[in-house]
C-alpha cells in the first residue's frame, strides 16, 4: 500500500464550521474498479482535512488487488478522530461503496457515527437557476473557474490502474493519484456554491424594494415588484440571470435583484364554505345566504364550489407564503395570487424565501 500526505495549498469560502468543528471535518473520495460493490474492488481512498491552520490531504493507494483490506484499514484508523464527512454524491455511491467492502473483510468502518454532508445532493436543487449542461463535479468546477490538470474521467482511469497492477509501471501511478486528489481538493472549492443554496433557503436580507414601471416588448405599459437582496457571503463565482415571463434573478457577488412581474387583471377570490352563499348569475358573483333576502329567488341559485367567489379588479403577484386573500382566474385553476398592496415590509421576507425556494 502507498500512503502520500502533503498540503493542499486550497482554500474552502463557505463556514463548514456549521457542520462540526473544522478540525474534526473529513472531505472523502474512493476510486474502484466498476460500479458493482460485490464484484469490483476499491483502490485509492483521498481525504482532505483542517490540521494546524492549513488544509493537508491523503491518499492510500492499493499496490494491488489484495491490497484493498490495507486500504479500508488504513482509512479507518484515520476517521476515527473525525465527526463529519463531507463528499460528492458519496450518499449514493462512496459511502454504502465503502462500506460494503469493509464488511466484506470484517472491517468495523462504523461510517454511520460521522454526520453526513453530500454537496451533489443540496447543490443539485440549483440546476434551474445555474442552467449547467449537467452538475457533475467537473461541470461544477468549470462554472466556478476551476481548471483541471487531471483530464481523465474515474471509469477511464479502470482500465489505467489495471494495466498497473499488470506490469508495476510507475508512471501509471500518477495519472490515478492526480484525478482522485483533484476530485477532492476541488470538492472543497466547489462548497462555496453552498452559500448559493443557504441563500435559497432564506439566509438574506432585503436592502429595499419598490413597485416600478416598465414597456413591454409591445411597447405596453407595465409594472413590476423589485426587490434588491443582500447576503453576509459571497454567493457564487458564477453570475447567475434569469429571465422568465413571470419574473427576473440577476446574482452577483453577494447581491440579488428580483423583478416580478405585476398583473393587471379581475381574479375571483374564492369563499370555501358555498354552502352558505347563493350565487347570482346575472351579477356573476356569490353573496352571503344572510343577506339573500334582498334578492329575488328567481336570480339565485345554491352557490357550488366553482362558483363560490367574488370577482376582484386589482393589481396581482404570483402567490407564495400565507396569505388570507389568495386569487384564482378560474376554480381549477393551478396559478393563485395575491394583491401587490397586501405586500409590506412585514410579510416581504417571508414572501420572497417562499419564492426564492420555488425556483
Known sequence: MLVIKDEAKITVDYPIEKFADKEKILYFDIETTGLSRKYCSIYLIGAMYFDEGK??????????????????????????????????????????????????????????????????????????VLNLPNMKQKTLEEAVGIKRTDPFSGGELVEVYKEYVRTKDQKLIYPLLLHNREDVLYMGKITELLNLCDFFNGDFKISDWNISEYKDMNGNDKKELVVNILSDKPLSAIDITQNTNSYSIKIKENKCQLKIKILEDNLKLFFNNYKDYYYLPEEDKAIHKSVSQFVDKNY??????????????DSFVTAFGDFKYVFRSEYNSKYEFIRISDLNDDNLTEYIKEFLKSL
Open 300 to 313: 339565485r341559485e345554491q352557490a357550488k364550489a366553482s362558483n363560490c367567489y367574488e370577482n376582484v379588479s
Open 55 to 128: 488544509w493537508m490531504y491523503a491518499q492510500w493507494f492499493a499496490d494491488n488487488y489484495n491490497d484493498e483490506a490495507n486500504v479500508i484499514m488504513a482509512f479507518q484508523k484515520f476517521i476515527k478522530d473525525y465527526d463529519c464527512l463531507i463528499h460528492f454524491n458519496g450518499n449514493s455511491f462512496d459511502i454504502p461503496f465503502v462500506n460494503d467492502r469493509a464488511d466484506n473483510y470484517n472491517i468495523d468502518l462504523d461510517l454511520d457515527r460521522l454526520k453526513s454532508v453530500d454537496i451533489y445532493k443540496d447543490i443539485s436543487s440549483l440546476k434551474n
